[in-house]
């Protein structure tokens, strides 16, 4: 079955990019569209973009600016790049799988990865 | 942006009742729309999509339905791993997909 997982640096500093990858094992990559998720702290969940296999993507206008997402497939990975980070970027990272195009809700999760903007 | 507002915040129910939960969309969305389990420290699960379609896996006692701006997700007889956060989402209208602020069903 398909599993996501996410990897990257759980502490980042004010002003700095937050780099996050997440690689898919137990399917491919391809025909599907992939997206990142974030959840401060005891808050509820922020869509903040997605991919497609192919490389178009689409993001939340409010963070639109500072986003870039990227697709490798021949490592069956996506990751995300978010410059400029604050306080207010402390979250829990999650990757997701989009259902099918028709239904864009997410079906397989991964586990989340705490990221902390801190000095 | 199509706002989601979920309510009540929190829902206290006794195991074997009834849950039932709303959201509710600033304009219409059709059925484009999707609920989440989510129990603390997990990744969120996916419910229902298309407003009353059960994702693979999910029992039957988790049902949804309403289209245009008012959604309900009902639970009908709860069980002791039904309490959690409950999101739901819209996909009708995007950039953003969005969702709303979630609904705590905790034990009464």
């Known amino acids: 079955q398909v599993q996501l997982q996410e990897s990257g640096p759980g502490l980042v500093k004010p002003s700095e990019t937050l780099s996050l990858t997440c690689t898919v094992s137990?399917?491919?990559?391809?025909?599907?569209?992939w997206s990142w998720i974030r959840q401060p702290p005891g808050k509820g969940l922020e869509w903040i973009g997605y991919?497609?296999?192919?490389?178009?993507?689409n993001y939340n206008p409010s963070l639109k600016s500072r986003v870039t997402i990227s697709v490798d497939t021949s490592k069956n990975q996506f990751s995300l790049k978010l410059r400029s980070v604050t306080a207010a970027d402390t979250a829990v990272y999650h990757c997701?799988?989009?259902?099918?195009?028709?239904?864009?809700?997410?079906?397989?999760w991964g586990q989340g990865t705490m990221v902390t903007v801190s000095s | 942006e199509i706002v989601m507002t979920q309510s009540p915040a929190t829902l206290s129910v006794s195991p074997g009742e009834r849950a039932t939960l709303f959201c509710r969309a600033s304009q219409s969305i059709s059925s484009n729309l999707g609920w989440y389990q989510q129990k603390p420290g997990q990744a969120p699960r996916l419910l229902i999509y298309g407003a009353s379609t059960r994702a693979t896996g999910i029992p039957a006692r988790f049902s949804g339905s309403g289209s245009g701006t008012e959604f309900t997700l009902t639970i009908s007889s709860l069980q002791s791993e039904d309490f959690a956060v409950y999101y739901c989402q819209q996909y009708h209208n995007w950039p953003p997909w969005t969702f709303g602020q979630g609904t705590k069903v905790e034990i009464k």
């Open positions: 997701a799988r989009v259902i099918t195009d028709a239904a864009h809700v997410f079906d397989i």
């Open positions: 991919i497609y296999y192919t490389g178009s993507t």
């Open positions: 137990g399917g491919s990559i391809s025909n599907y569209y």
